[in-house]
């Protein structure tokens, strides 16, 4: 691996700016769109507001665990239990990935309005992550323009933006990806037993707060371990690398066995989501609790329900899931596509050809009150930057040789993050390619910056 070039003044007012720029942004959003932090903004663009309605009726009508129910009882009781799918009453869970929760859990045990602190720090580590993709892009790209751009268009990217007032898992996520992109790619590069067991820790916390990033994590890890022959006392800085990936893990994993007595590092709903994406009604996208019984034959879905360990009611499904991928293949194989499509643009663009939702428009949600110009041009702007983050990554992914050692880190993480999604399922929004997006981000500027003469032959070429 080369070295980036030096960090001299110059990038440092850059990283001012970028950071800078990017906390304006999001803070100005919270402050006119979500009420200063406290109100529920009227755009969504990862998914549903969550909601704690207690009583069985909302359990029998809308996807179970919201994140209110998990906090309530982790708050409460010191539990992380909630309404499972396929369960009959609230039970210790994992079928969700915990970390998110767990922070939110942490504020709201405090005297603060929970709300409103979690959407800040939200704003704090979006603009964190601006900052940090840009130190990333310059030791992949080894250069200061392409840095910049990529911070800049991390700071302006408004599906971030509009994501940094909703109360789900997308801001963190992508701040710990790109935490995990620049640890990796400086422990690879120059070593340094801080930075590895910074990775490891990184990587750790990346896959608890969502599980789908679990593949991406292992073969990041095992790809640094690899990369450690090559740099000073490797050997010690791998051992680094992986004791924090294993510590970060270990206590769920030991929790969720003792729970279940089964081996769960971060979820047991592996198979479940495998069965929303390939049963015989799936089409790419999710299924509420009431489409996912249907999906089930009645005998199997007594079964289901019957079953109080819910890491053994979920693996009962894989067993559906290889049945009916023997029996149709064609069938699971377009399903594939659609969960593709719908990875990209969120199963609602099909139904309504919207990447946000207009949550103000649902009588039964009470939102903040957002100026007329933003609701009336923001999804312009996520359709317009979407389509060309897409078109301009790809030339940047071909322009840059994606697979030298400076940019592997990156390579892996762009084929690994949606692959859980394209063999299981989508959501009804971006969610799930939110944190992708930092690497269409970072090819996206390169893409432009070969623009500038000198800069594509700046990088390495061997």
Known sequence: MTAPPHFGFGSFVQLLLVVGLAAGLR????????????????????????????????LREQPPSGLDDLVHNL?????????????RQPEPTAHVAPGYYWLVAQVGSLDVS????????????????????????????????????????AALHPFWIVNTAELNDGVVTTFLL????????????????????LFGLSL?????????????????????????????HGWFNALLALLGFGNGLAPWAVRNWNAFEEPAPIVTSAYLHAWIGNNPSATGGPLDETALRKSLPPERLDEALAESNQAKRYAALGRDVLEEVRGDPTAAITRRWQAGMKFMVGAEWFATQRLSRDLHADAEVETAAAPEWLTANCETWLQASLLALVVLALL????????QSNSRLAAFAFLWLPLPYLLTHAEELSGPRLPWDALLICYSAYAVSCLAPGVAGGEETA
């Open 27 to 58: 803070g100005g959003y919270l402050n006119v769109a979500a009420d200063n932090g406290h109100g529920l903004p009227a755009l969504a663009v990862q998914g549903n507001p969550p909601t704690h309605v207690p009583g069985e009726e909302r």
């Open 75 to 87: 708050t409460e009781q010191g539990e992380f239990a909630a309404r499972a799918p396929l369960s």
């Open 114 to 153: 929970r709300d409103a602190v979690v959407r800040w720090a939200q704003c704090a580590l979006g603009a964190l992550t601006a900052g940090c993709l840009f130190l990333f892009a310059r030791r992949v790209f080894g250069n200061d323009v392409t840095a910049l751009l990529t911070g800049l268009l």
């Open 178 to 197: 790109a935490v995990a992109l620049l640890l990796g790619t400086r422990g690879g590069q120059a070593g340094g037993a801080f930075a590895s067991l």
């Open 204 to 232: 750790a916390g990346l896959a608890m707060v969502r599980a789908a990033t679990l593949p991406f994590a292992v073969v990041a890890l095992l790809w640094f371990l690899y990369q450690c022959k090559y740099v000073r």
């Open 396 to 403: 940047g992914w071909r322009w840059s040789h994606a697979w």
